[in-house]
């Protein structure tokens, strides 16, 4: 979630956010004056913006941040999906088989 606000009634329902969230209060406003003075009590990653375009900047590399997190996810979802799905192919495959080991090597011990 991405939270805009630059009012003091904004302040509250930053508080509420979680460590996966984004505040992004407008600085040298209210709501950025009082995360300012304690930011330890918001969870959320604080993205502060000053004009329009500043915000816009801000919340387009905020979106692509999120957009690459969730591709992250679903990359690692899937390949730990598909590693059990070969773990349980080989599994199958080699039932009443014994598994395949390298030989050990003799090492000749000289004092």
Not at 19 to 35: A, G, H, Q, S
Request: hydrophobic content about 35%.
């Amino acid at each position: 979630m991405i939270y805009l606000g630059d009012g003091a009634g904004d302040y509250c329902p930053s508080l509420k956010l979680n460590t996966e969230d984004y505040v992004m209060p407008r600085k040298n406003f209210p709501v950025w004056d009082l995360i300012s003075q304690n930011p330890m009590l918001i969870k959320a990653a604080i993205r502060e913006w000053t004009d329009g375009q500043s915000m816009e900047m801000i919340l387009i590399g905020t979106i692509e941040e999120i957009r690459l997190e969730e591709e992250k996810e679903k990359m690692l979802t899937s390949a730990e999906n598909n590693c059990k799905m070969q773990t349980i192919s080989i599994g199958i495959n080699n039932v009443h088989h014994e598994p395949i080991l390298p030989r050990a090597l003799r090492v000749s011990q000289s004092s």
